[in-house]
């Protein structure tokens, strides 16, 4: 088992078929398949079931991929820090799923420190990917947020994957709608009134189930719904079938009107409970601290609040 074969499986995993992975790997189909069929004989598995119609993650290809993420990740961390051309340069990382505050926490925290060299990564991610970032040491810290619909299961992971949330803010649900929408100028409105315009959601990965979902009223069963991993995608397909997005993730109330679309609050209560997660006993780089302190900025309950809250 090499390091390259692990990066197969997990590119092969995030693909419709080794045709397309082999393409992104710019490897030949045939070296890709046997690469993998050589992994799977060496660990006594079969890590992926193929078909006519595809490939897909058996149930033990599944528990073997949560492995080799954190492997490659941490080895990519070794490899950008031990082996770059430039290791002088300062590093931070942050991974989130999909808050604008977030990103501006991250560019007032470059322009405070204002570091003469660095190498800074900010991935907006799923919600899966923003827990294993933060467990793996890939980022510092990670944005995310949880439902009533979701909450038990987020805080088991919590637990599990040894890590601490910090609450900052509270959002009721909200639907977005295209401006020109026959209903863009209610101020409420019922989950029931809009089944019959397609809702779009963030795609969380074939794999995931709706509990890592990052929007309110994720066990709701949605006559229409599209899955998109794209915002400039779901915004095209909001304003073209007259469709509409859940939750606060997806634009803030001031960039959804500049960009065409308007909110109308949902009269079914799941909130958001948005946050920040680190690893329980971790030590804050400098500009780890620093983004804290910006994402502090934007703090509207505190924990106590919270849990007297949910009793």
């Known amino acids: 088992m090499n390091m390259n074969q692990l990066k197969y499986v997990l590119e092969t995993a995030e693909s419709s078929s080794m045709r397309e992975a082999a393409t992104k790997l710019y490897v030949s189909q045939p070296a890709l398949s046997a690469s993998i069929r050589e992994l799977e004989e060496e660990l006594g598995i079969l890590i992926f079931e193929r078909t006519n119609k595809g490939i897909s993650l058996t149930e033990e290809g599944r528990e073997f991929l949560s492995y080799a993420k954190k492997a490659v990740g941490q080895y990519e961390i070794l490899e950008d820090r031990y082996l770059g051309r430039d290791s002088g340069r300062e590093r931070f990382s942050v991974s989130t799923q999909h808050y604008n505050f977030a990103v501006k926490a991250f560019t007032d925290m470059i322009r405070r420190m ?18 294993d970032d933060v467990r793996s040491m890939k980022s510092e ?11 038990t299961v987020i805080k088991k992971l919590f637990r599990e994957y040894g890590l601490c949330f910090t609450p900052l803010m509270k959002r009721e649900p909200y639907i977005y709608v295209w401006q020109d929408h026959e209903l863009a100028g209610r101020a409420e409105i019922s989950i029931e009134e809009m089944q019959k315009y397609p809702c779009v959601t963030f795609d969380q990965s074939s794999d995931s189930r709706f509990y890592l979902t990052e929007e309110a009223l994720a066990d709701y069963t949605f006559d229409k719904m599209i899955k998109s991993d794209d915002r400039a995608t779901s ?16 634009l803030s109330g001031e960039e959804a009107i500049l960009q065409g679309l308007v909110g109308i609050k949902l009269k079914e209560e799941d909130p958001l409970i948005i946050g920040y997660i680190t690893r329980k006993d971790s030590r804050m780089s400098p500009y780890g601290e620093v983004y804290l302190a910006e994402l502090l900025k934007y703090r509207e309950i505190e924990t106590a609040d919270l849990e007297e809250k949910t009793k």
């Open 235 to 250: 915004m095209e397909i909001i304003a073209k079938l007259g469709g509409y997005s859940i939750g606060s993730g997806m």
């Open 114 to 131: 204002d570091p003469e060299k660095y190498l800074f990564f900010i991935h907006e991610t799923k919600t899966k990917e923003v827990l």
């Open 141 to 151: 810290i990670g944005i995310i947020s949880y439902s009533r619909s979701n909450e």
